[in-house]
């Protein structure tokens, strides 16, 4: 799919202002609301927009803990990684997950209620045989930057 600027707009504006109106989203750049609302529902069958959503504060919620884990597999088969895949949608404190290249096989993002509840899921993982052999701990004690808007005019050159 071709973008141009309006759709780069779009979606910048988008990712960081995820409830703004179609109207004003229209006024932001500069179209009229119905060829701003064909744009929008192109990008959402195209699949370039997954979804909608709202970013929670969750200190404001309660106590939690973020954890970084770092994940090697017992061994490097198709199978396996399909079964640790597989197995990772299964655990709700598993927020995220990347594949990688190079020394680790994963990076899971962790968000639970405190240290313990975290090392019972990490012993549970290690129960249910989903491949696990290592893995690295690493708890944030603080967050620096988390917008989770992607840098849309550096990755598309688009000033």
């Known amino acids: 799919m071709q973008l141009d600027q309006r759709d780069l707009d779009i979606l910048r504006i988008l990712s960081a202002e995820g409830r703004i109106t179609k109207a004003a989203l229209a006024d932001r750049i500069g179209l009229s609301p119905t060829p701003c609302w064909d744009r929008l529902k192109k990008l959402e069958k195209s699949g370039l927009i997954e979804s909608y959503g709202a970013r929670i504060n969750l200190k404001k919620l309660g106590p939690h803990v ?94």
Request: hydrophobic share 45%.
């Open 66 to 159: 973020t954890v970084f884990v770092a994940a090697e597999l017992a061994d490097h088969t198709a199978a396996s990684f399909y079964a640790f895949e597989t197995a990772m949608q299964h655990y709700d404190e598993v927020v995220a997950c990347w594949a990688l290249g190079g020394g680790y096989d994963y990076l899971m993002q962790i968000v639970t209620r405190d240290v313990d509840s975290y090392q019972r899921l990490i012993d549970e993982m290690l129960d249910a045989r989903i491949g696990l052999s290592r893995y690295f701990t690493y708890i944030v004690t603080k967050p620096v930057k988390g917008n989770i808007a992607p840098p849309l005019n550096i990755l598309f050159n688009a000033g």
